[in-house]
């Protein structure tokens, strides 16, 4: 989420907190395109309008096929929950070919088609070899009082779920140099202070 300050939230300022949940609109090139799609742009042409404003790198695929969503959901896998998730046990699907009329469709529903990734902890049954974690990332259909429903643009969100305070929902620019760079500088600036 380039400079918003996931990471330290999770681990200082939820110091105490167990997470059981987070959801998340993790790449600002693909919540670009859906909410410019949501107004009405097909996606080929919402696409082009993001590398046009440098939100999309010339070749889109990591981003709009949710290849980078999936990372993000595996460092956030490791800092809320200390597990290790391998790339195959994360369901994914991107925005590729997500269709303008699904989109359209959504809006006249009350709700807004946003690339989220989910981490929750799996239902453990005794004896069971079941997995820790269930990691999606999906397009979903959110209905407007989800706080993630109205983050539009390269903003992105995330939403912790634990156990002593309910719901907590960061939300910060997903995109842009400076803010990228403000995230290096952040992460610089905490290992120094680990040394």
Do not use: W
Request: aromatic share 4%; net charge negative; hydrophobic share 45%.
């Amino acid at each position: 989420m380039s400079g918003t300050p996931v990471l330290s939230t999770i681990r200082e300022g939820l110091a105490g907190a167990r997470v059981i949940g987070l959801r998340g609109i993790l790449n600002g090139t693909a919540n670009y395109i859906l909410t410019r799609m949501a107004e009405g742009l097909d996606y080929q042409s919402a696409l082009a309008e993001a590398q046009a404003r440098n939100y999309a790198e010339p070749d889109p695929s990591d981003d709009v096929e949710a290849h980078d969503v999936v990372a993000k959901a595996r460092i956030l896998a490791a800092t809320a929950f200390g597990e290790s998730i391998a790339i195959d046990d994360v369901y994914r699907r991107g925005i590729a070919h997500i269709p303008l009329e699904r989109v359209q469709q959504a809006v006249r529903d009350n709700c807004r088609i946003k690339l989220v990734a989910t981490v929750r902890l799996s239902p453990r049954e005794r004896g069971s070899e079941a997995k820790p974690l269930d990691v999606h990332v999906e397009p979903v259909a959110l209905p407007l009082h989800d706080p993630l429903s109205r983050v539009d643009g390269v903003m992105n969100a995330l939403t912790l779920e634990t156990d002593t305070v309910s719901e907590v929902t960061i939300i910060g620019p997903g995109a842009g140099a400076e803010q990228a760079g403000q995230g290096v500088f952040a992460d610089l600036v905490s290992v120094a202070r680990a040394v």
